[in-house]
């Protein structure tokens, strides 16, 4: 059976390489491959982790036999991708301009949208309320929240160390929008935790990043800094954070695949990788045209939402 549409080592490269360090989805909900579209994939019972058997054997007895349970899921990836046509007049001219190269300008294009999209279905799907259980989330009134500085009830040094104590796994990283960010490493609370002499609103302190880090006891603070633009074509821009004005502590496993023993709040089962390629379009233009493709085949995947915790509006 032929396609029309044939990836191209090329163009999937650049694909590939394209990066866009203002992203996170890929830390936040770490790829692991499967090898068919529709797969399976465990929710663990986190109860046989924590509950000890006898492991005491007799000189002539037997060790104990422990089962671990899971309830298994079936679900599919989801194709995504873009064109952009590129005419031939253009592909001929950049031939006397070295360095110019107008399909692969379009591939690193259409990564960065691609990449954007997965990002806000990323970013809506951990900063959802819906995701997470009775217990794990709270949204924040306006006395409580992180940007109230000269309120005694805003307090985000005991929100996040209470909620992470209370967790049955210890989470390992704090992910925040960057207006989060923003009023999180200036609040006067969070500056007398990390400068304990002085630390107040009064000298003007910002903490560092890696003093977050070590205030909250996780192993890494992602920030979503990343815009999106909501107007429809043709309208003027209207720019939005993409990660908003919330705040999650997560336990993620980067290693943990859609069928071990592993437990991690969410991952992305990834198909392959990202592909890319040309259609030719001889009925464009004059002179035809090139149909610049990339896509990739990936399902972002909440596998156990209870090791996380969620504080929606944290800031105003």
């Known amino acids: 059976m032929s396609f029309p549409f044939t990836p191209s080592a090329q163009y999937t490269a650049i694909a590939l390489a ?3 360090k203002e992203l996170i989805a890929d830390m936040v909900l770490p790829r692991t491959q499967v ?14 982790l924590f509950s000890v058997p006898s492991t005491l054997v007799g000189r002539k007895g037997n060790p104990s036999e422990v089962e671990f349970t899971a309830t298994e899921q079936t679900s599919t990836v989801l194709d995504y991708g873009l064109d952009d046509v590129v005419p031939q007049d253009d592909i001929d001219a950049a031939r006397t301009k070295p360095g110019l190269d107008p399909i692969g300008r379009a591939m690193e294009g259409i990564a960065e949208l691609i990449m954007l999209d997965r990002e806000k279905r990323v970013a809506d799907l951990v900063f959802a309320a819906a995701t997470y259980p009775v217990g794990s989330k709270v949204t924040l009134d306006s ?6 500085f000269s309120n005694a009830a805003s307090d985000p040094v005991e929100d996040i160390l209470s909620a992470a104590e209370g967790m049955l ?5 704090l ?6 960010l923003f009023q999180l490493r200036r609040h006067p609370k969070v500056l007398a935790a990390v400068f304990p002499v002085g630390g107040n609103a009064s000298v003007g302190g910002v903490a560092p990043m890696a003093a977050l880090a070590d205030l909250f006891e996780v192993d890494r603070v992602l920030v979503g800094r990343g815009y999106i633009n909501s107007a429809k074509p043709g309208q003027a821009g209207t720019y939005a954070r993409i990660w908003g004005k919330s705040a999650a502590l997560l336990r993620i496993n980067p290693l943990a695949n859609v069928r071990g023993n592993d437990i991690s709040f969410g991952m992305t089962a990834e198909f392959g990788t990202r592909v890319a390629g040309v259609i030719p379009e001889p009925k464009t233009g004059l002179r035809g045209a090139q149909r610049a493709r990339a896509g990739e085949s990936v399902k972002e995947l909440i596998t156990a939402s209870d090791t996380g915790y969620l504080f929606s509006e944290a800031v105003a």
């Not at 796994?169 to 990283?173: G, I, L």
């Open 18 to 20: 394209y990066q866009n």
């Open 169 to 173: 796994m210890a989470p390992n990283t």
């Open 35 to 48: 090898l068919e579209r529709s797969f399976r994939w465990d929710v663990r019972t986190k109860a046989d």
């Open 143 to 148: 006395a409580n929240q992180w940007s109230a």
């Open 175 to 180: 992910v925040l929008g960057s207006q989060v």
